[in-house]
């Protein structure tokens, strides 16, 4: 980097005195942000054990109770969501005893008062896993991964039907648990969520709770991510796209108050809320852990008019993404199962793709490996606006992880949907960008530690 440094500073300099010219801003530029990461060897690991194998498995036995629906039997073995509920219990508890007592596994079980598709009051469990961080300072810190295990047919209150769920949400579901299985294995500064929530059909309602107590207990979610429709790679629209997964985040906080909308107004950072900078970290990550896999990034909060877990997190000020295919079918989602016209309808696993599944399962555990492996985002990042300049001022508080090396300011042009820029600048707490107007540029920081793993960027809020 040095040698290619001082080489564009000659080339400047000669540029500077043939031309009189001042200096572009791109001459501020060091590198693309796409050559940043340094592979973790832990995390290229755990990449390659997700196992479709495994997640087909799952899927046929969620299947096999026959009904995932909330309201259906609690105390059935073989059919309803105890069953499933008891399986999953099971299965997650297997993947703790890899962990070496880091993981434990609960059962989080409420009831449910009489609701719109709730006729009579209703037991909802939601399994959660929690792999504990072995970094002092970032155990308390967060990270959550989630899949819905309940189903439907065509009507969410019909709990006798057969609702199959093979890609609603048995496929997120499996991949939850297949990242629990890997994951437990290896050890991460922060800690690790894995979760099945029932109710989701019913109105989100495992979720909400979920996300009720951790507000409540002052539990420091710094991203969630719900996997919900990840299982078919083939559209209703005939498109088969094998490579690519949709992650929605959305631009302004569902939780902003007036008086930061005010700001927002003032100094622009529709596209830069807290989950934004968490998909283009997914984007990133992502696709450098997993070969020939995309993420598209859609700049919405959930579908059109639609909604899952993840938004009853960001209801409560958590960052939150939701992964779903890229092309759904609508013959094989909250229908009853059944032929008509020689066309196959409902949610059967013959309609999932067991490797793609896999792959987005691949790109979750990456993600979340990185996250829980990284410092966190830096905190109170601001533009210091005590002067009218054309530098811009930027100043954050200092990280409390031992192995903090270093920060990065990140730079794009306003119209650019992922950080274009980054530039290294020590063990420092405020850094100044000569010559590029916080007018021209957005601006980000992010924490770097002793092994070349980097936080999320945090988008800075003006102070005076
Ligand atoms: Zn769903």
Redo the contacts with the bound molecule.
């Keep these: 980097m040095k040698l290619r440094r001082r080489r564009t500073a000659i080339f400047l300099s000669i540029l500077t005195v043939t031309s009189g010219f001042v200096l572009p801003a791109s001459a501020n530029r060091r590198r693309p942000l796409s050559t940043a990461y340094v592979s973790q060897p832990q995390i290229a690991q755990l990449v390659k054990e997700i196992d479709a194998r495994n997640i087909e498995r799952t899927i046929r036995k969620l299947v096999s109770f026959g009904t995932r629906n909330t309201l259906s039997a609690q105390n059935d073995p073989n059919r309803g969501i105890g069953a499933a509920r008891d399986y999953l219990f099971t299965e997650f508890s297997k993947a703790a005893q890899q962990s070496g007592g880091r993981m434990t596994v609960e059962k989080q079980t409420f009831e449910q008062p009489k609701a719109a598709r709730v006729p009579t009051p209703t037991m909802v469990t939601n399994i959660v896993a929690t792999l504990r961080g072995t970094q002092p300072e970032s155990a308390s810190r967060t990270y959550v991964v989630s899949g819905?295990y309940d189903s439907m047919c065509g009507s969410p209150t019909d709990a006798v039907c057969d609702a199959p769920g093979g890609n609603?949400?048995a496929s997120?579901t499996a991949a939850v648990l297949e990242m629990a299985r890997v994951m437990a294995k290896y050890e991460f500064d922060a800690t690790i969520i894995f979760m099945a929530v029932a109710g989701?059909?019913q109105g989100l309602l495992g979720s909400t709770y979920a996300a009720e107590q951790a507000k409540m207990k002052g539990v420091d979610i710094e991203a969630m991510f719900t996997n919900?429709?990840i299982g078919n790679s083939l559209g209703g629209n005939g498109v088969r796209n094998t490579n690519t997964v949709r992650v929605f985040s959305e631009g302004v906080p569902s939780n902003e108050k007036p008086e930061e909308a005010t700001v927002r107004r003032g100094v622009g950072g529709e596209n830069d809320s807290t989950s934004r900078q968490l998909a283009r970290f997914i984007k990133d990550v992502g696709e450098f852990y997993v070969g020939g896999m995309k993420v598209m990034m859609v700049y919405r909060r959930d579908r059109y008019l639609r909604g899952?877990d993840h938004i009853p997190f960001l209801e409560r000020g958590f960052p939150a993404v939701r992964f779903t295919e890229t092309n759904e079918n609508y013959n094989h989602?909250h229908q009853n199962v059944r032929l008509e016209n020689g066309v196959q309808y409902g949610d059967l696993p013959e309609f999932d793709d067991f490797n793609y599944i896999a792959n987005v399962a691949r790109v979750n555990a990456a993600a979340l490996a990185a996250l829980a492996l990284a410092p966190a985002r830096p905190k109170n990042v601001a533009v210091v606006t005590a002067r009218l300049t054309n530098d811009t001022d930027l100043k954050w508080d200092a990280n409390k992880e031992p192995d903090v090396l270093r920060y990065e300011i990140v730079w794009r042009d306003t119209t650019s949907p992922v950080w274009t820029n980054a530039r290294a600048v020590g063990k420092v707490t405020s850094y100044t960008m000569l010559r590029m107007s916080k007018d021209n540029y957005f601006f980000g920081v992010r924490a770097i530690d002793k092994q070349g793993n980097k936080s999320p960027v945090s988008f800075p809020h003006p102070v005076r």
């Design positions: 819905h609603d949400d997120g989701e059909e919900d429709i899952g989602q």
